[in-house]
């Protein structure tokens, strides 16, 4: 009798572990949504369109860029933390969702850590602080010597409160002693169409979405904000060159599942997405837009998250950034 029942233990627990392997074999065997929180034309649809045609080559299903803008991104995370942990829906996780809105939005409907399953790291990009071509102010130093001349009233568009072009934004100011006028929009894409139009005249926009406008001319990179030159602007100066020492903002971009997505389909995402990231034309594009040092284990990027929890609490409440809601 008891060897009997050793036996039927023995057999369950195989198939307890048999269960996840099975399904990540399976998987996927439909459609896979990536979720992007903000509007189409901004530096992370970009991303998370080269990602997504990539990645429903290799699984031979339909894998749809879903936007959901809103709230600097938190609408999205909020949504997608809701959804089944089957693997088909993901979000394209920032660090405006996942490290700046905890830092200044305590109500929160989900915690970064607990209600995700970090995947894969796509990369990081410095941003861009740019002017709109008619701008007159083309330097740093000409920036802060019109922000003292006209307190308040020189316009920085970000990409909504509490977004990594706010946080930038507040750095400067604290740094260079200057007010300033913030202009929040529901998107880099919004914001970048005023700033070419003139409607606001400087942005600490992401390098992804503010590089086909510098490459077009129709703006101008005025400085780079993460300690180093990425490979994509060697003439463009950091913050740092012209001044500002210590001064480092980058924005990263990765992939995300709800936070009880099997580890086995985790596992299998994580090293599709890194073999997307080594394919020729995916670098390249990667790389034009100014995004460095993404691959890696699912650990390396959980780490990078909970680094930056740290990291831009601490931002917040020395640069006393506030967000209403």
């Known amino acids: ?50 990602v997504g045609q990539k990645l429903g080559d290799l699984w031979k299903q339909p894998v749809v860029i879903e936007n959901k803008a809103g709230a600097s991104g938190t609408l999205a995370a909020e949504y997608v933390a809701q959804q089944a942990s089957d693997g088909t829906t993901l979000l394209l996780t920032t660090i405006n969702s996942h490290a700046l809105a905890p830092a200044v939005l305590p109500k929160l409907r989900y915690h970064p850590e607990r209600d995700f399953v970090p995947v894969a790291l796509l990369g990081l990009t410095p941003n861009l602080l740019i002017a709109g071509a008619m701008q007159p102010a083309k330097t740093v130093q000409e920036v802060v010597a019109l922000c003292k001349a006209q307190p308040g009233k020189v316009t920085f568009g970000s990409a909504g409160p ?8 507040e750095l400067f100011k604290l740094r260079a002693k200057v007010d ?25 926009e992401t ?20 300690a180093k030159r990425v490979t994509a602007y060697p003439n463009v100066p950091t913050m740092q060159e012209q001044g500002f020492a210590g001064f480092e903002t980058f924005n990263w971009y990765g992939i995300s599942g709800p936070g009880k997505l099997p580890a086995p389909i985790a596992a299998k995402m994580n090293k599709d997405i890194n073999a997307v990231l080594t394919l020729a034309d995916v670098r390249e594009k990667f790389e034009a837009f100014g995004v460095e040092d993404g691959g890696g284990s699912s650990e390396k990027f959980a780490e990078l998250v909970r680094s930056e929890i740290a990291k831009w609490a601490k931002v917040a409440k020395e640069a006393n950034v506030r967000v209403d809601g």
């Not at 977004?163 to 934004?169: M, S, V």
């Not at 006028?181 to 005249?201: A, F, M, N, R, W």
């Not at 077009?216 to 780079?224: E, F, K, T």
């Open 207 to 226: 390098m992804t979405a503010a590089t086909p406008h510098v490459k077009s001319g129709r703006v101008i990179a005025v400085a780079q904000t993460r």
């Open 1 to 50: 009798m008891q060897r009997r029942h050793f036996i039927q233990a023995a057999g369950l627990a195989a198939t307890t572990f048999a269960v996840p392997t099975l399904r990540a074999q399976s998987w996927p065997s439909g459609p896979i949504r990536i979720v992007v929180g903000f509007p189409p034309g901004g530096g992370a649809d970009a991303l998370a369109r080269v």
């Open 180 to 204: 300033a006028l913030h202009v929040p929009y529901k998107g880099s894409g919004p914001l970048l169409t005023d700033l070419v139009g003139g409607q606001i005249q400087y942005s600490f």
């Open 162 to 169: 509490g977004t990594a072009q706010h946080f930038a934004l």
